[in-house]
Structures are given as C-alpha cells and as structure tokens.
C-alpha cells in the first residue's frame, strides 16, 4: 500500500511540471484518443506490449491538458493501480526519486517532422510524447541495456552513418554472427509493411524488444531493468515517461517511442524542390533524370525513395544454394517471395554503405552499377528491374544525385546518460 501512495505522489509531481506542447504532426495525432484511454489497462485482446502503460499515458496527457475532471480522478486510480501492481521492491528510494523528478529538465520536444515527409502512423498502445522520446534516445545508446555491458543499440547503429553500423554484417552480444546488413534507423517508422529486411514483424514495439534480446543479448530483461532502477535519475525519467519504474515492458517502449521520431529530411534535394536552385550542383539535377530514366523510381518512390514493397533483385543468388538468404519467403512461406527484400530507401544512401541486404557492395557506385546491369539473372527476379545503358557522364550524375539525398538526422549526436 504505502508503494501505492508513493507512485501516486510521483505522478502529481510529474503532472506539476507539465511537458511543453509540441507543434508536431506525430504529437497532435497523440492527443485526441479517448477510446485508447477508455479502455481498461488489462483488456484481454491488447498487445500485451504494456497496454497498462500506455493508458495510464494517455490519461496523464489528458490530465495535464486540463480536460474533464472525473479523467484526472481516474488517473489517479490508475496510478494506485500500477502501484500496487508494480514490482517496486525499492519503495525506500522513492524519496530520492520524487526529488529527481522535480529536477528532471523538461523534455525538450519532439523534433519537427522534415518537409515533404508524412507523418509517421502513431501507435495506440505506444503513444509518442517527448517523455518517452527522451529517454529510449539515452536507452538506444546506453551499453548497460545489454547483457555484458559490452553494446549499446548504437553499436550497429551510429548516427553519423545514417544509424547504419558500416560493416557488412555484425556480431551480436555473445559473438554469434547477423546474418544480414544493419538497415538504416533514420525514418524507420515509416516503414507500412512490417519491419526487417524480410517485413516478419509487424510493430515497431516488437522488433525493439527483440534487439534487446537477440542483439543484445538479454535472455533475463528483469536484471537488466534493477539495474536501470538503481540509477535514480534514470527510475525518475521512467516515472516520468511512464508512471512507473523501469520495467521489461517498458525499455521496448521507449525505445520505440524514440525510433517513432527518429527521421531524416531536409537534404540538398529537399531544398532545391522547395525553391533554393543553388542547394544542389547541376549534376545532381541531371541525375535527377537520369533516375527517373532509368526506372528506379519505380520503387525508389520519392518522398521516401521506397514503395515499402519488397521485391527480388537477386541479390546474393550469385551464391551456392545453401548459402542464399531466402528473404520474405522465410516470413512468408510462399515460394513466390524467394529472394525478395523491402526496397531501402535512398534517403542519406551515400552515408550508409556497404549495400544490400548481405552488405555485399561495398561502395554506393557499386550497388548502382548492380540496379543498373537490371539486378542478377535469377528465375524469381522481379520484372521491373531491366538493364539500362547509361554513359559514364550519365552515372557520375545519377550518384551525385544519390548524394543530393543526404539530408539531417533529427537526432544526430548521442546524448548524455544518467
Ligand atoms: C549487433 C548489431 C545490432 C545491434 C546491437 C542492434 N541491431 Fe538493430 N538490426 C541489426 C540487423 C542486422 C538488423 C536487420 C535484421 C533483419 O533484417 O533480419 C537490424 C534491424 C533493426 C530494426 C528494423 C529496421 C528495419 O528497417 O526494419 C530496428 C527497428 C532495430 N534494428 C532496432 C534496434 C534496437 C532498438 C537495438 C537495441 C535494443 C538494436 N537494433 C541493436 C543489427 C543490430
Ligand atoms: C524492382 C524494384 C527496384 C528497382 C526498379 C530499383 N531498385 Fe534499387 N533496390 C531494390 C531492392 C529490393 C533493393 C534491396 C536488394 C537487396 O538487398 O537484396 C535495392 C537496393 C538498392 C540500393 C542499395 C541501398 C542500400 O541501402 O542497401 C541502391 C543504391 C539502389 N537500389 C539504387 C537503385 C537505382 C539507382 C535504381 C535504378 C537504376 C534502382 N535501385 C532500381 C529495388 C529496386
């Protein structure tokens, strides 16, 4: 009871100090869901992805929002709930906690969507707020989320590559090999048709909480989570983020809420469509055509250089048979998805070499000259990669085109950890 009483104390000092409005697309499509809030915590049929948290979050929202009473009443309610739910074992702390809430600097806001790029599809289990943004940043880049202590998610995934890792494959925490290239973080959530390079996960909570586990290592995520809970700046940012500490349900979370904002726009090419001629070199244009000429946008579709589709473009069929990625056909077990890959999207695509999705070209030239001779020969390959013929003036234009492409993360640099 008396864990109850303190996790209810921590939410009115949370709700003292309320987050700064956002004037993002993603933040504003957060706010008006009643129905999410509604619901009851432990509706059977939820995505057991800390629906509780996630309702509890929206009715703090709504509570700093100043709406009808009865919703702050309720989350109080909620609030004993998750208490006594909780399994706070460090009740003796939350003194210190209540303290480090209070000197939380507000979390700043979630970046602003860059031009021409839709808004990212919100989550209903996991909405997006600047809380949960600001910690699963410090949570993608924290080593002590794994566990040895030896990689952080930014160990494949470095900002100024685009959230790549740069080599071809990489080991996971207890050394056992990927199989497959680290694909680029920056406007994941964009992603319509699953996640991975073969599209098998459907939620981008899902994929987080298995990095967690298969890259990094973490069979048991309760060791990890005490951990986290005895730092206490990071205990409060939990409260903070999710009225509760540090949980195995909740580290995914955050870190999806982050990976939610995580996004890439404004490159030279972005600027040049938006009026400013001089943002891009006058090869860049002609690239430009010859791109188009040549087909690619067929499923380099701008503004996000993907059709979200997945297609066989032979990569990797030059190998012997045991040795082939079957792609989506291991998510679907249709023969007819042999070999198919999600198109990547050339957004920051000089930043994030090597190429494909068995790393196997090692510079950008060379994964185009591949797309350019129409793919490699294979009875799956798919009918819209032809070979075109292009002049040597023709390529070095389409890959300063390419480079045009680079544009800024919105989260470039890693952050301070508590
Ligand atoms: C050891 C390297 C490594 C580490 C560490 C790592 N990843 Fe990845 N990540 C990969 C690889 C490889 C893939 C692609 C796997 C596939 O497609 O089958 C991937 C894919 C992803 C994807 C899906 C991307 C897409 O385009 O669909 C997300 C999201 C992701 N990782 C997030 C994380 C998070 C969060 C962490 C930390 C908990 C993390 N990764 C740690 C290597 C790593
Ligand atoms: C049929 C659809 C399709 C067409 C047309 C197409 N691509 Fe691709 N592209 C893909 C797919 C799918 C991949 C990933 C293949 C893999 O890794 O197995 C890819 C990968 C790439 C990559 C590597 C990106 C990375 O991050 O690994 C580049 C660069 C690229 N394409 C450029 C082009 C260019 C230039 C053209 C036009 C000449 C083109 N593509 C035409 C579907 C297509």
């Given at each position: ?27 504003q499509a957060v ?8 619901r009851?915590?432990?509706?059977p ?17 709504k509570?700093d ?9 309720n ?16 009740g ?7 303290e ?14 860059p ?14 707020t ?5 910690l ?11 566990r040895?202590?030896s ?9 100024d ?12 925490v207890g ?5 497959r ?9 964009y992603h319509q ?14 994929v ?7 890259q ?28 509760s500490?540090?949980t195995a349900?909740?580290v995914?979370?955050a ?13 030279g ?44 473009a032979?990569?990797g ?9 079957h792609?989506?056909m ?89």
């Amino acid at each position: 009871m008396r864990i109850s009483v303190c996790v209810v104390a921590l939410a009115i000092a949370c709700g003292s100090a309320p987050p700064k409005p956002v004037p993002d697309s993603t933040r504003q499509a957060v706010e008006p869901m009643p129905d999410a809030g509604a619901r009851p915590a432990n509706e059977p049929g939820g995505s057991g992805l800390g629906l509780a948290d996630a309702g509890s979050d929206v009715l703090g929202a709504k509570a700093d929002a100043g709406m009808a009473a009865d919703g702050g009443a309720n989350l109080r309610d909620r609030m004993a709930d998750a208490g006594a739910q909780a399994t706070n074992t460090a009740g003796t702390a939350a003194a210190d906690v209540t303290e480090a809430l209070q000197k939380l600097p507000a979390a700043p806001p979630i970046p602003e969507t860059p031009p021409f790029l839709p808004a990212v599809e919100e989550s209903n289990d996991n909405p997006t707020t600047p809380e949960k943004v600001a910690l699963g940043y410090k949570l993608f880049y924290d080593k002590r989320l794994s566990r040895d202590g030896s990689m952080s998610c930014e160990s494949c995934h470095h900002p100024d590559q685009a959230y790549t890792s740069g080599n071809a494959v990489d080991p996971k925490v207890g050394g056992a090999m990927n199989k497959r290239n680290a694909p680029a973080m920056a406007n994941v959530a964009y992603h319509q048709n699953g996640f991975y390079w073969d599209g098998r996960t459907p939620t981008m909570e899902a994929v987080t909480a298995a990095a967690w586990k298969g890259q990094l290592g973490v069979e048991k995520p309760d060791e990890v989570v005490a951990k986290l809970n005895a730092i206490t700046p990071y205990r409060a940012e939990f409260q903070r983020a999710f009225q509760s500490d540090a949980t195995a349900k909740n580290v995914p979370l955050a870190l999806a809420a982050f990976l939610r904002a995580l996004k890439s726009g404004n490159a030279g090419w972005d600027k040049y469509e938006q009026g400013d001629q001089k943002a891009v070199s006058r090869e860049a244009r002609r690239g430009s055509q010859v791109f188009q000429n040549a087909r690619c946008t067929l499923c380099h579709v701008p503004p996000l250089y993907t059709d979200s589709q997945f297609h066989n473009a032979g990569i990797g069929f030059d190998r012997p048979e045991d040795q082939r990625d079957h792609g989506r056909m291991d998510a679907t077990k249709d023969k007819a998805d042999d070999g198919k890959f999600l198109t990547p999207s050339l957004r920051d695509v000089a930043k994030t070499a090597p190429y494909f999705h068995d790393g196997s070209a090692k510079a950008l030239s060379d994964a185009v000259d591949r797309m350019l001779a129409g793919g490699v020969k294979n009875p799956n390959l798919d009918e819209k990669l032809k070979r075109a013929k292009i002049s040597p003036r023709d390529r070095r234009a389409l890959l300063a085109y390419l480079e045009s492409l680079t544009g800024q993360v919105t989260f470039p640099k890693a952050p301070d950890l508590p």
